[in-house]
């Protein structure tokens, strides 16, 4: 590839044709400050933060948007672009509300961030406060356009990473906001809540909806019984907000924190995750032997399960019956779990703790109901429950490690990478291959279905079945993949979805983060978890044997079409006014 | 889904035919919006709707640049459409107590249509007319010169014929 030769602050530096201003600087070792930049997904040089000198340029040029020339001479810290970049950044202050302290991004909000490392000690405009009023539709999200920027960086990644268009620039001037059409609560609009919006969000204009006073109410209730499960994808996470790096391996911390702040039982969603193999390899192997409908979709994944409501609904039939291990374990905490601990069900509260809110909107379904209750009654985000951790004064980082509770805390290793992409396709292989066979699988890891890349395919044969599976995370690629199989153009027998980039470990509820490799190396750390683990395979757990033994008796009998598998709702890809028409 | 939602029936054939020449085509958008609007008079819901599933966008992008452009209406128009220019000279020139006056008789605020869709009111920047400003133009009548307490009259000639 061609290269180009220019001089930034002095230092020559040799980039290839195309680069940015932005990119070649950082290899002389210089950041320059951005606000509407968002690696890879939005580059429109809207905030003018990242404004630089071009010698010879009529105007300041903004880093991020502009592509470096031959013999071009930059100074990214003149006193001209200083002075410029402050202004700007005092406009974009001039109208955002001082909340600095009750704001749910007060120390990891980027617009504060930079406000301080531009040494922004004065606003000298001071422009009307806009008035509008939350969006607390969903319970989900939290939609506050009075400290929206306008950066558009939700509405790229919601377009582009997603391919949802959920939410985009309405009206013009000063009254542009960002929300969905006709400016409609999000509740309302085609939006599968998977919280995409949020993980982009540089202030507080878009985040979690708290449940934390509602999970400290019910620990301080003596008539409650209140059991808490966590997802695979929050262990491999959680540290981030306590200063480890992405990746880390806290299970054990994770079960002591949760005990110390009072979960009466901690248990783990991973064994859900066992059981959703049973019962869906055995629902894969049930439609293999019956004609279909194949293929056959995962339904783990709740952004995913609203995305083909609202656009796809003509393959709701293609979908999994089963529930996601977060509503399987709701089922079961207020069943099966009472009725071995001689607790009354109706004192039992299942919080869930989970990388996602769109698990907060799916525990709200009125199809979560199996147990004659609510069946998960609280969800949290890996992120409230970093805050809990933060209020109790625990410092999590030296807690020692712990065990989860019997019985529904006991999992294997195929449980746990249902937290990345790709992992819930291994773990059902891992499965079905020795059901069907009756052999032991050699080898373990399904390499082909693992990583990053947007969609991977694999083939598997089993006994005299070759079967044919696809894996994809975005709902940008799961789009790609469905379009394919709408026509025609793939035979697959089973396609794995998850809803968030990188499966679960990319979820819209885990810590917020702009390293590049986050999300490698939690996946690094959910492979880790599975290796660690003396079982790694589903069919193996001794607690979800004793399980069908004592009380489902058997996969997709009864009693399991009665807690653990659900249906699914028509919607419309023009929001729900659209639904009845 | 039913077409029929407050529009008349008879416009659908001819909205079908305008987004099916676009089909897939997103930047054709504008276009199509303003070829819709000219047919229907504005463009509700169900009219975006169609032009989303016509041309594969989503519902947000066309109801982006509907709330963009001021010339784009979500809501009917009434049978006369007076337009208050807000240009510089005729603001200068007392084109707000002009606007007033007319919220104040049809009861309305700029954006509305009165209730028995005779009148809207819109304001616009610049009609282009600035040695007669303040300018209002009713459909395709230009007043210059409006003084407010011209108003009641110049609404009684419209409502006068618009009833009739």
């Given at each position: 590839?061609?290269?180009?030769?220019?001089?930034i602050?002095?230092?020559?530096?040799?980039?290839?044709?195309?680069?940015?201003?932005?990119?070649?600087?950082?290899?002389?070792?210089?950041?320059?400050?951005?606000?509407?930049?968002?690696?890879?997904?939005?580059?429109?040089?809207?905030?003018?933060?990242c404004?630089?000198?071009?010698?010879?340029?009529?105007?300041?040029?903004?880093?991020?948007?502009?592509?470096?020339?031959?013999?071009?001479?930059?100074?990214?810290?003149?006193?001209?672009?200083?002075?410029?970049?402050?202004?700007?950044?005092?406009?974009?202050?001039?109208?955002?509300?001082?909340?600095?302290?009750?704001?749910?991004?007060?120390?990891?909000?980027?617009?504060?961030?930079?406000?301080?490392?531009?040494?922004?000690?004065?606003?000298?405009?001071?422009?009307?406060?806009?008035?509008y009023?939350?969006?607390?539709?969903?319970?989900?999200?939290?939609?506050?356009?009075?400290?929206c920027?306008?950066?558009?960086?939700?509405?790229?990644?919601?377009?582009?990473?997603?391919?949802?268009?959920?939410?985009?620039?309405?009206?013009?001037?000063?009254?542009?906001?960002i929300?969905?059409?006709?400016?409609?609560?999000?509740?309302?609009?085609?939006?599968?809540?998977?919280?995409?919006c949020?993980?982009?969000?540089?202030?507080?204009?878009l985040?979690?909806?708290?449940?934390?006073?509602?999970?400290?109410?019910?620990?301080?209730?003596?008539?409650?019984?209140?059991?808490?499960?966590?997802?695979?994808?929050?262990?491999?996470?959680?540290?981030?907000?306590?200063?480890?790096?992405?990746?880390?391996?806290?299970?054990?911390?994770?079960?002591?924190?949760?005990?110390?702040?009072?979960?009466?039982?901690?248990?783990?969603?991973?064994?859900t995750?066992?059981?959703?193999?049973?019962?869906?390899?055995?629902?894969l192997?049930?439609?293999?032997?019956?004609?279909g409908?194949?293929?056959?979709?995962?339904s783990?994944?709740?952004?995913?399960?609203?995305y083909?409501?609202?656009?796809?609904?003509?393959?709701?039939?293609?979908?999994?019956?089963c529930k996601?291990?977060?509503q399987?374990f709701?089922?079961?905490?207020?069943?099966?779990?009472?009725q071995?601990?001689?607790i009354?069900?109706?004192?039992v509260?299942?919080?869930?703790?989970?990388?996602c809110?769109?698990?907060?909107?799916?525990?709200?379904?009125?199809?979560?109901?199996?147990?004659?209750?609510?069946?998960?009654?609280?969800?949290?985000?890996?992120?409230e429950?970093?805050?809990m951790?933060?209020?109790?004064?625990?410092?999590?980082?030296?807690?020692?490690?712990?065990?989860y509770?019997?019985?529904?805390?006991?999992?294997?290793?195929?449980?746990?990478i249902?937290?990345?992409?790709?992992?819930?396709?291994?773990?059902?292989?891992?499965?079905?291959?020795?059901?069907?066979?009756?052999?032991?699988?050699?080898?373990?890891?399904?390499?082909p279905?693992?990583?990053?890349?947007?969609?991977?395919?694999a083939?598997?044969?089993?006994?005299?079945?070759?079967?044919?599976?696809?894996?994809?995370?975005?709902?940008?690629?799961?789009?790609?993949?469905?379009?394919?199989?709408?026509?025609?153009?793939?035979?697959?027998?089973?396609?794995?979805?998850?809803?968030?980039?990188?499966?679960?470990?990319?979820?819209?509820?885990?810590?917020?983060?702009?390293?590049d490799?986050?999300?490698?190396?939690?996946?690094e750390?959910?492979?880790?978890?599975?290796?660690?683990?003396?079982?790694?395979?589903?069919?193996?757990?001794?607690?979800?044997?004793?399980?069908?033994?004592?009380?489902?008796?058997?996969?997709?009998?009864?009693?399991s079409?009665?807690?653990?598998?659900?249906t699914?709702?028509?919607?419309?890809?023009?929001?729900?006014?659209?639904?009845?028409? | 889904?039913?077409?029929?939602?407050?529009?008349?029936?008879?416009?659908?054939?001819e909205?079908?035919?305008i987004?099916?020449?676009?089909?897939?085509?997103?930047?054709?958008?504008?276009?199509?919006?303003?070829?819709?609007?000219?047919?229907?008079?504005?463009?509700?819901?169900?009219?975006?709707?169609?032009?989303?599933?016509?041309?594969?966008?989503?519902?947000?992008?066309?109801?982006?640049?509907?709330?963009?452009?001021?010339?784009?209406?979500?809501?009917?128009?009434?049978?006369?459409?007076?337009?208050?220019?807000?240009?510089?000279?005729?603001?200068?020139?007392?084109?707000?107590?002009?606007?007033?006056r007319?919220?104040?008789?049809?009861?309305?605020?700029?954006?509305?249509?009165?209730?028995?869709?005779?009148?809207?009111?819109?304001?616009?920047?610049?009609?282009?007319?600035?040695?007669?400003?303040?300018?209002?133009?009713?459909?395709?009548?230009?007043?210059?010169?409006?003084?407010?307490d011209?108003?009641?009259?110049?609404?009684?000639?419209?409502?006068?014929?618009?009833?009739a």
């Amino acid at each position: 590839m061609a290269e180009v030769t220019l001089t930034i602050d002095g230092q020559q530096v040799k980039v290839p044709k195309g680069t940015t201003i932005l990119q070649a600087a950082r290899q002389v070792g210089r950041e320059i400050p951005t606000l509407c930049y968002l690696e890879g997904i939005n580059a429109i040089g809207s905030c003018r933060v990242c404004l630089v000198e071009v010698q010879g340029a009529k105007t300041l040029m903004p880093a991020c948007v502009t592509e470096v020339a031959e013999g071009m001479t930059v100074l990214t810290n003149s006193p001209a672009a200083r002075r410029a970049r402050q202004l700007n950044l005092e406009l974009i202050l001039s109208d955002h509300p001082d909340e600095c302290t009750t704001c749910p991004r007060n120390q990891s909000c980027e617009l504060q961030a930079l406000a301080e490392k531009m040494n922004i000690r004065e606003v000298r405009f001071r422009g009307p406060r806009p008035n509008y009023a939350l969006d607390a539709s969903s319970p989900s999200i939290v939609r506050d356009p009075n400290k929206c920027i306008l950066c558009r960086r939700c509405v790229a990644v919601c377009e582009q990473v997603q391919g949802v268009g959920a939410v985009v620039p309405l009206e013009r001037g000063y009254r542009t906001t960002i929300g969905p059409a006709f400016h409609e609560p999000l509740l309302e609009a085609a939006c599968v809540l998977c919280g995409q919006c949020v993980v982009a969000c540089p202030v507080g204009a878009l985040y979690e909806r708290d449940y934390t006073e509602e999970v400290w109410a019910a620990l301080a209730d003596p008539n409650r019984h209140v059991v808490v499960q966590t997802a695979p994808a929050v262990r491999v996470a959680i540290g981030e907000e306590f200063g480890l790096p992405p990746g880390a391996v806290t299970t054990g911390k994770l079960v002591a924190a949760l005990r110390r702040l009072g979960f009466d039982r901690v248990f783990d969603t991973n064994f859900t995750a066992d059981l959703t193999i049973i019962e869906e390899g055995s629902e894969l192997l049930h439609r293999l032997q019956n004609g279909g409908p194949l293929p056959m979709f995962t339904s783990c994944s709740p952004g995913w399960i609203k995305y083909m409501e609202h656009f796809y609904p003509e393959l709701i039939e293609h979908i999994s019956t089963c529930k996601s291990p977060q509503q399987m374990f709701g089922a079961l905490a207020k069943t099966y779990y009472p009725q071995q601990a001689g607790i009354d069900p109706a004192a039992v509260t299942v919080v869930s703790i989970m990388p996602c809110t769109a698990k907060k909107y799916e525990a709200q379904r009125p199809e979560m109901n199996s147990s004659g209750f609510q069946d998960v009654d609280y969800v949290l985000t890996t992120r409230e429950l970093a805050r809990m951790i933060k209020t109790a004064g625990l410092d999590f980082a030296s807690l020692p490690e712990e065990e989860y509770d019997d019985p529904l805390g006991i999992s294997t290793g195929a449980g746990a990478i249902f937290g990345t992409t790709g992992g819930v396709m291994e773990a059902a292989v891992r499965t079905v291959y020795e059901i069907v066979t009756k052999n032991e699988l050699p080898g373990l890891d399904l390499l082909p279905v693992r990583g990053l890349e947007g969609v991977k395919e694999a083939t598997v044969t089993i006994g005299d079945t070759t079967l044919k599976v696809a894996v994809a995370h975005g709902l940008a690629n799961a789009r790609k993949v469905v379009e394919r199989v709408l026509n025609k153009e793939a035979d697959y027998h089973f396609i794995e979805i998850m809803c968030c980039p990188g499966g679960c470990i990319g979820g819209g509820g885990q810590p917020i983060t702009r390293l590049d490799d986050a999300k490698q190396k939690r996946m690094e750390g959910i492979y880790q978890v599975d290796r660690d683990l003396p079982i790694r395979k589903s069919h193996e757990n001794p607690a979800v044997q004793k399980l069908y033994e004592d009380f489902l008796k058997e996969p997709l009998g009864h009693k399991s079409h009665e807690l653990l598998h659900t249906t699914y709702k028509v919607r419309s890809r023009f929001g729900s006014v659209m639904e009845h028409v | 889904m039913s077409k029929s939602v407050g529009l008349q029936e008879e416009v659908w054939p001819e909205l079908e035919r305008i987004i099916q020449e676009h089909r897939g085509d997103r930047s054709a958008l504008i276009q199509v919006l303003h070829r819709c609007q000219e047919l229907v008079g504005y463009l509700p819901r169900e009219v975006q709707v169609k032009i989303a599933e016509g041309l594969e966008v989503s519902l947000g992008e066309v109801y982006g640049v509907v709330s963009f452009y001021s010339l784009f209406s979500t809501k009917p128009r009434g049978k006369y459409r007076i337009s208050v220019c807000k240009g510089t000279a005729c603001y200068v020139r007392g084109s707000m107590e002009v606007l007033e006056r007319l919220e104040k008789e049809l009861g309305i605020k700029a954006g509305d249509s009165t209730d028995d869709g005779l009148f809207s009111l819109e304001v616009v920047r610049c009609l282009g007319a600035c040695g007669l400003s303040p300018v209002m133009t009713i459909n395709d009548n230009t007043y210059g010169l409006v003084k407010p307490d011209a108003i009641p009259q110049i609404l009684r000639a419209y409502r006068a014929a618009g009833v009739a």
